[in-house]
């Protein structure tokens, strides 16, 4: 009985061992909650377009709400987040979240801070 406790005790250590090794060292992530980890290169064209899009243009363009900082274009997306402001507003909540009144996925925080953590690539 004593054997088959410690038989199965170091089967569920050998399972856990193998998580740990699925982590893979080297990625680009930043510490946030629910620990994502998000791995290589991430662009504006390929990522933060279209979140930006569908939670942010309605409000920040020209038309029908004219908001600015409008968030039209990569060059305009880029300036935010040169200042700070882009962080400071979706992934710090400060001085209010955009969009207001309902903050953005996790993983869609941990995209725009990997983003600009990489300097902001087109
Ligand atoms: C429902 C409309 C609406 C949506 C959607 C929205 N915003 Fe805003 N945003 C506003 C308004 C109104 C202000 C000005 C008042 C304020 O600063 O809180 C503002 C202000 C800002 C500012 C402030 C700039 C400064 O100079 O302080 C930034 C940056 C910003 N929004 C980014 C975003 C981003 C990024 C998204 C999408 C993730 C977003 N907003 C979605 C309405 C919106």
């Known amino acids: ?8 005790f170091l089967l569920i ?3 856990c061992a193998c998580k740990y ?3 893979k ?6 510490p946030i909650e629910n620990n994502i980890i998000i791995d290589g290169v991430i662009t504006y064209n390929s990522h ?7 939670n942010c243009k309605a409000c920040h363009s020209a038309y029908p709400i004219n908001q600015t900082p409008y ?27 955009m969009p207001p009144n309902k903050s953005l996925s996790n993983y ?4 725009i801070l990997v983003w600009i953590n990489q300097d902001c690539i087109e």
């Open 1 to 8: 009985m004593l054997f088959r406790v410690i038989i199965i």
């Open 13 to 15: 250590c050998s399972t």
């Open 21 to 23: 090794d699925a982590i």
């Open 25 to 30: 060292p080297n990625t680009t992530a930043l």
């Open 48 to 54: 933060i377009k279209k979140i930006i899009d569908y």
């Open 71 to 97: 968030l039209e274009t990569y060059e305009d997306v880029r300036i935010e987040a040169m200042y700070g402001i882009l962080k400071h507003r979706v992934v710090d909540e400060y001085p209010s979240v």
């Open 108 to 111: 869609e925080k941990q995209l």
